[in-house]
């Protein structure tokens, strides 16, 4: 069941990291985002049980440094993009580089350190007593990750005021993960307190992730703190991804108009096609195109229909038209306008394929 749980949670993340990895690399944005989700994802298939006995076999207990590296480097990706969407990316940014790589480092230092780890499944608690080394090794990750989860809930608790919509949702996810976070930290430290104090501590292992209290933080709080955070992070970007479906669906639409328009008036061919982003070009086709269907001499009150025959029927040559008064039209207003006039080409495209200026229709 807990292999289940971690298993699953990990490859959503993934799933979720690669994907906006792919977007990151198309947009220039949220390259932060997808390196905190792939870290997560790993950390918890790295922390399986099936697969901590396979990287046991390599170093004893290695699956548990890896899913605490990874852990700490989603951390601090996840603490960046919530600055980002806050708008204090900048604002500590070196402190925080500077605490990851010190972390690391230490957590690195302090495993390779221990001698006689154990083998299969990293649990240490027998071992707090006798090697100092984890001691300091989970002090470190636990600090760390505490100040890391406070940073990321109180930059949430304050944007959250002036959002809305799907970013309020997500920042709210983001502070819910953050409590779940903490109970997992603070049911750390009193587990590694205690093992300091018994003389003999028996090993944590657990039949569920929800079985007994202890199992609950240490298993099922961790897990579903992650997927709060995958979802927290995820859903802001739905509305954005929904948009850059309409504009590619635009795109697609304008097409036929706008090659007519640019071999009919080459003059209106902006010399940059357009930009990395889709919505930028979106943007230079639709100023192409309506600086063509001005010079055609199509006003704004021409209907969709008749803009479209106007627009097909142009001669071989034409002379300069006057141009009409422009309006402040609103973007979405312009596309719907833009899209009826394309459509209609289009239509009259594809009927009139064969058709040339001068034979019967």
């Not at 925080?96 to 790589?101: D, E, F, G, S, Y």
């Not at 970013?167 to 993960?177: D, I, Q, T």
């Not at 003389?199 to 709060?228: E, I, M, N, Y």
């Not at 010079?295 to 803009?307: F, N, S």
Request: glycine share 10%.
């Amino acid at each position: 069941m807990i292999d289940i749980l971690f298993v699953g949670v990990g490859l959503f993340a993934l799933f979720a990291g690669i994907w906006r990895a792919v977007r990151a690399r198309r947009t220039g944005a949220g390259a932060g985002l997808a390196v905190s989700l792939i870290a997560l994802g790993a950390a918890f298939c790295f922390l399986a049980n099936r697969a901590q006995l396979v990287e046991s076999e390599v170093y004893p207990s290695l699956g548990r440094l890896l899913s605490n590296l990874a852990t700490m480097v989603a951390a601090y990706g996840i603490g960046l993009t919530v600055a980002e969407i806050s708008g204090t990316r900048d604002r500590g940014r070196r402190t925080r580089l500077v605490a990851l790589a010190t972390a690391l480092t230490l957590l690195a230092v302090m495993f390779f350190s221990t001698p006689d780890l154990p083998r299969g499944i990293g649990v240490f608690d027998e071992l707090y007593r006798t090697h100092p080394t984890l001691v300091v090794y989970v002090f470190t990750y636990t600090v760390y990750l505490g100040f890391a989860v406070l940073d990321i809930g109180v930059v949430a608790a304050v944007t959250i005021r002036a959002s809305g919509g799907a970013l309020r949702a997500g920042l709210a996810l983001l502070l819910l993960a953050s409590a779940f976070a903490v109970a997992y930290l603070a049911g750390k430290v009193v587990a590694t307190i205690r093992a300091l104090q018994d003389d003999h501590p028996a090993k944590a292992l657990c039949r569920g992730p929800f079985s007994t209290l202890p199992c609950t933080l240490d298993v099922g709080f961790p897990a579903v703190s992650v997927l709060l955070i995958v979802v927290g992070l995820t859903i802001p970007a739905v509305p954005g991804l929904l948009a850059a479906r309409r504009d590619a669906r635009t795109l697609r639409v304008l097409r036929p108009l706008r090659t007519h328009l640019t071999r009919r008036f080459p003059e209106i061919a902006r010399i940059d096609p357009g930009g990395r982003s889709r919505r930028e070009r979106l943007l230079t086709a639709m100023s192409e195109t309506n600086d063509g269907l001005i010079l055609a001499g199509v006003t704004p009150d021409l209907p969709p229909a008749a803009a479209a025959r106007l627009v097909r029927d142009l001669p071989d040559e034409r002379g300069e038209a006057e141009p009409p008064t422009a309006g402040g039209e609103p973007f979405a207003a312009d596309v719907a306008r833009l899209r009826a006039i394309a459509g209609a080409y289009r239509k009259l495209d594809t009927t009139t394929a064969d058709w040339t200026p001068g034979s019967p229709r």
